[in-house]
T-cell receptor, first 114, second 114 residues
């Protein structure tokens, strides 16, 4: 298995809802990432998990809450989002912290906040 | 502030022609440079990755170059195909907080016409 999977593919939620995005990889990678991408813009890094520990939080609002239950799974819990949070949310993983390690991206979850 | 600038912003070429995309960066300390291809609404797919000591890296019809002195990279696409139509993103990483933190360029939108 050489891919990163993300579910759901699409999500529509109201501003008072609580939902979660899920990312999974079975490549034995030890680093996992969440990105947010608005239309026609490059991805923006949100969080980095290294060996199941949060190592980077790029000053993301607390309405986004990441969780890494094990080395294969990364969740992003969403609560009280705003319409401007509508975007493509990308998950990525990499084997570890080596200088030439590649990041493998999932297909993304298209989130719409109404 | 770490920045990655790409040019041109968009490019239209005829099928079978070659093209070259440019990337200039001011990321420090430099760790690696990657080129990704991203289809609309999908996650980026890696084309090449280069570290400080590498000048050229090829992947099929894609050839990337890196000049670490001038902080410039290029992606050359030969014998373009309709399926090459996509956004091409240059990503430069710096080591921070125990992880390689990427800075994304805004991408070059390539359209290949028959």
């Amino acid at each position: 298995d050489t891919e990163v999977t993300q579910t759901p593919k699409h999500l529509v939620m109201g501003m008072t809802n609580k939902k979660s995005l899920k990312c999974e990889q079975h490549m034995g990678h030890r680093a996992m990432y969440w990105y947010k991408q608005k239309a026609k813009k490059p991805p923006e890094l949100m969080f980095v998990y290294s060996y199941e520990k949060l190592s980077i939080n790029e000053s993301v609002p607390s309405r986004f809450s990441p969780e890494c239950p094990n080395s294969s799974l990364l969740n992003l819990h969403l609560h009280a989002l705003q319409p401007e949070d509508s975007a493509l949310y990308l998950c990525a993983s990499s084997p570890g912290s080596g200088i030439s390690y590649e990041q493998y991206f999932g297909p993304g979850t298209r989130l719409t906040v109404t | 502030k770490n920045q990655v600038e790409q040019s041109p912003q968009s490019l239209i070429i005829l099928e079978g022609k070659n093209c070259t995309l440019q990337c200039n960066y001011t990321v420090s300390p430099f760790s690696n440079l990657r080129w990704y291809k991203q289809d609309t609404g999908r996650g980026p797919v890696s084309l090449t990755i280069m570290t400080f000591s590498e000048n050229t890296k090829s992947n099929g019809r894609y050839t990337a170059t890196l000049d670490a002195d001038t902080k410039q990279s290029s992606l050359h696409i030969t014998a373009s195909q309709l399926s090459d139509s996509a956004s091409y993103i240059c990503v430069v990483s710096a080591w921070r907080g125990g992880s390689y933190i990427p800075t994304f360029g805004r991408g070059t939108s390539l359209i290949v016409h028959p």
